[in-house]
């Protein structure tokens, strides 16, 4: 993929005119019109030239350049910096986290896009479809990224879920295993490196949605709103798919609990039935010539009669309060 995925001018609403990064600085700043410029792991000297057109501030072009940010808002004076950490589901499934950073101002918005992301190029298809919108300029091509990034996390969340469900089918059909303890471990870790992705959005759309914040008009503001409650439903999510696992894992426990509960009262039935000729054979086992019963015609059989009769009836009462 090229570094520069697109550069373009937007007047009143509708594209006007595709630009090369060389042809930015020197291009005439009219009111209404704005750059959007859209990169893709850019090197050092491409984020140099994009810096010099708008002057953009060196710490932020910096951390766009190292990536491995935190999301966050960031600004400077009248300029906009976002890191937003992207979602983006492969083959198989395969949940892959990416970064995006976006800077924003007066006749501009720069995207810099690092690792799995989907292509911003539906963003700017739908910014294009509505010229009534994006005629308000930046800030709705602002709203239109983040509200892009943070419905991508629908499908992860929901992904997420049907694992987190199959998790639990498991351990309530008893099949659970050292693999399933692994697997409940890895989408605990998961839920947790999604949901620090998403949080921050929240408080990134409410400070948008300030009144003293210059980039963003007042007829967007409601926008950002909409943003902040598309990232409050995603964390809810998150957070229930979290207790899900932690539910199943209880149960895990409880059923494991149980079960050794129910072997120890079976093993503690059995050790009681063989304790009764244990003792009595023990007792007649001991080397004493004057002891009761043994000059008795009968009585080996008697006592292994009684022996009998006592493990038939600690059997029969075990067994009727469900211990065997």
């Known amino acids: ?40 792991e850019p090197d050092e000297e491409t984020l140099s030239t994009v810096q010099q057109a708008f002057n953009l501030h060196p710490l932020a ?23 937003l950490r992207t979602a983006h589901l492969g083959k198989d499934n395969k949940r892959e986290l990416g970064e995006t950073h976006v800077f924003a101002g007066r006749g501009y918005v720069v995207t810099v896009r690092h690792g799995a992301s989907s292509s911003y190029a539906l963003v700017r298809a739908r910014c294009e479809a509505a010229p009534a919108l994006l005629k308000h300029g930046e800030d709705y091509v602002l709203y239109s990224i983040i509200d892009f990034v943070i419905d991508n996390y629908m499908p992860l969340a929901e992904c997420l879920e049907d694992a987190a469900t199959q998790v639990e089918e498991q351990v309530l059909s008893q099949t659970a295993g050292r693999e399933t303890v692994a697997q409940v471990y890895r989408l605990k870790k998961e839920i947790m490196e999604v949901r620090r992705s998403v949080v921050p959005v929240i408080d990134m ?36 798919v979290r207790d899900l696992l932690t539910a199943a894992v209880d149960a895990g426990f409880a059923y494991l609990s149980m079960t050794q509960n129910d072997v120890m009262r079976r093993l503690g039935a059995w050790a009681a039935i063989l304790a009764v000729p244990t003792a009595i054979a023990g007792i007649y086992g001991m080397n004493f010539e004057v002891m009761p019963e043994l000059r008795m015609t009968f009585g080996y059989p008697t006592v292994v009669a009684t022996i009998l009769v006592i493990c038939v009836v600690l059997y029969r009462m075990f067994r009727k309060r469900g211990w065997l």
């Open 205 to 240: 759309a409410a400070r948008l949605m300030r009144p003293d914040n210059p980039l963003v008009d007042p007829n967007i503001r409601p926008y950002f709103r909409d943003v902040q409650d598309h990232a409050i439903r995603v964390v809810e999510n998150l957070d229930n």
């Open 1 to 40: 993929m090229p570094m520069v995925v697109n550069c373009a001018v937007y007047e009143n609403g509708r594209r006007v005119a595709d630009l090369t990064l060389d042809e930015l600085k020197d291009r005439p700043r009219k009111p209404g019109s704005f750059v959007w410029v859209g990169l893709h």
């Open 61 to 83: 072009v910096e951390d766009a350049h190292r990536a491995h940010q935190r999301p966050k808002l960031e600004q400077y004076g009248d300029d906009i910096f976002l890191v």
